[in-house]
């Protein structure tokens, strides 16, 4: 694989939900299962989450948030950024976040 990058996946973007990342190509390697702390929000149908430092903002205690970790190339990006409407205009409801995720 060239230019790894990793990505933390926790709603729709993980195995058997509605846009599997796994489904997508160059098709991703599963590193295994982790959690960031944050807090969810219910946004209908799919979550929406908050890292830690954010939660305080919103009266919500951050707590483990367990999701899925994979390795990808750069390719993949661009698919992931217009699954969440980063691309090809930022809608304002998503953001790229760097963090670090916990083994599970």
Same mark, same amino acid.
């Given at each position: 694989m060239k230019d790894v990058n990793y990505v933390f996946v926790y709603g729709t973007l993980r195995r058997h939900q509605v846009n599997d990342i796994q489904l997508h190509k160059p098709t991703p390697t599963w590193i295994g299962i982790a959690s960031v702390m944050g807090c969810l929000f219910n946004m209908g149908w799919y979550p929406s989450l908050l890292l830690q430092e $954010?939660?305080? $903002?919103?009266?919500?205690?951050?707590? =483990?948030?367990?999701?899925?970790?994979?390795?990808?190339?750069?390719?993949?990006?661009? $698919?992931?950024?217009?699954?969440?409407?980063?691309? =090809?205009?930022?809608?304002?409801?998503?953001?790229?976040?760097?963090?670090?995720?916990?083994?599970?």
């Amino acid at each position: 694989m060239k230019d790894v990058n990793y990505v933390f996946v926790y709603g729709t973007l993980r195995r058997h939900q509605v846009n599997d990342i796994q489904l997508h190509k160059p098709t991703p390697t599963w590193i295994g299962i982790a959690s960031v702390m944050g807090c969810l929000f219910n946004m209908g149908w799919y979550p929406s989450l908050l890292l830690q430092e $954010q939660c305080p $903002q919103l009266n919500v205690r951050a707590r =483990p948030i367990k999701g899925e970790v994979y390795a990808y190339e750069k390719e993949l990006e661009i $698919q992931l950024d217009h699954i969440e409407s980063i691309l =090809p205009t930022p809608n304002g409801e998503y953001m790229k976040k760097y963090s670090v995720a916990t083994k599970w």
